[in-house]
């Protein structure tokens, strides 16, 4: 099975905060069957957490330089999917949720949705979206 991975399960996991990942999607990370991707969208948005320091590190965790991020996303075999026509025709053509103008979730949604692709995320306003498409998965933390 594909998944695409929301930023907050990267950001989990890069940190190493098991924690905050629930046991459903502990497992699906652990079947090597799965394979994992991830929108150029939750990329960036994660080297931007990096510069600004906003990704919390465990106490001596030694904090990767953001050129860290592509190695790392590498190293745990999770593709990086470039943004494409398709993903922005399904953007347009997405309606807003009164309560979620967030453009970067939006293009994420959007992009699981072309692709036909679930999405896993911590974000309890893409549940949302199942209604236009998205095969959500609910990371309960």
């Known amino acids: 099975m594909r998944y695409y991975l929301d930023t907050n399960i990267l950001a989990f996991l890069i940190t190493e905060q098991q924690d905050e990942i629930s046991e459903e999607v502990k497992r699906k990370i652990a079947d090597y069957e799965n394979l994992f991707m991830t929108s150029s969208v939750c990329v960036h948005e994660l080297i931007h957490l990096y510069q600004i320091g906003k990704l919390p590190f465990r106490k001596g965790m030694k904090a990767p330089l953001p050129s ?19 993903h922005l025709q399904q953007l347009s053509e997405l309606p807003m949720q009164p309560d979620h103008r967030d453009p970067n979730d939006r293009l994420v949604i959007a992009q699981a949705i072309a692709d036909r692709i679930p999405l896993v995320s911590s974000d309890r306003k893409f549940d949302w979206y199942r209604r236009h498409g998205l095969e959500f998965i609910f990371n309960e933390r």
Do not use: C, F, N, S
């Open 68 to 86: 860290d991020v592509l190695g790392w996303l590498e190293e745990m075999g999770i593709r990086i999917v470039a943004v494409g026509k398709v």
